[in-house]
C-alpha cells in the first residue's frame, strides 16, 4: 500500500489497517514455520506496510502531522 493512500484514510482506518495486516503477518508466519507458506515476498510487502503505518501515526504523535475530523490527514503548516 503507497503512503499516499494511507494519508486518505482517517486515524480509526489506520489502525484498523494495522490490526489487519498483523493478523495476516502472524497468518503467514505460522504458515512459513508449518511450510505451507505460497507467497514468501508477501510477508515482506505486509513489513513495510506496517512500518508506513506506524510511522504516519508517530508523525501525528509528535504533532508533524495530524488527523483531520474526517478522512484527509492534514499537514501542519506551522514553521517555527
Not at 503512503?3 to 486515524?11: E, F, K, N, Q
Not at 480509526?12 to 505460497?38: G, H, M, P, S
Not at 504516519?56 to 501542519?76: C, P, T, V
Request: glycine share 2%.
Amino acid at each position: 500500500m503507497k503512503v499516499d493512500a494511507l494519508r486518505d484514510l482517517s486515524r480509526d482506518e489506520v489502525l484498523q489497517k494495522k490490526i489487519e495486516i498483523e493478523e495476516e503477518l502472524f497468518n503467514l508466519r505460522l504458515k512459513k514455520k508449518t511450510k505451507q507458506a505460497q507467497n514468501p515476498v508477501r510477508e515482506r510487502t505486509l513489513r513495510r506496510d506496517r512500518a508506513r503505518i506506524l510511522t504516519l501515526l508517530r508523525e501525528d504523535e509528535l504533532g508533524k502531522r495530524q488527523f483531520a475530523e474526517g478522512s484527509r490527514l492534514i499537514l501542519d503548516k506551522k514553521k517555527e
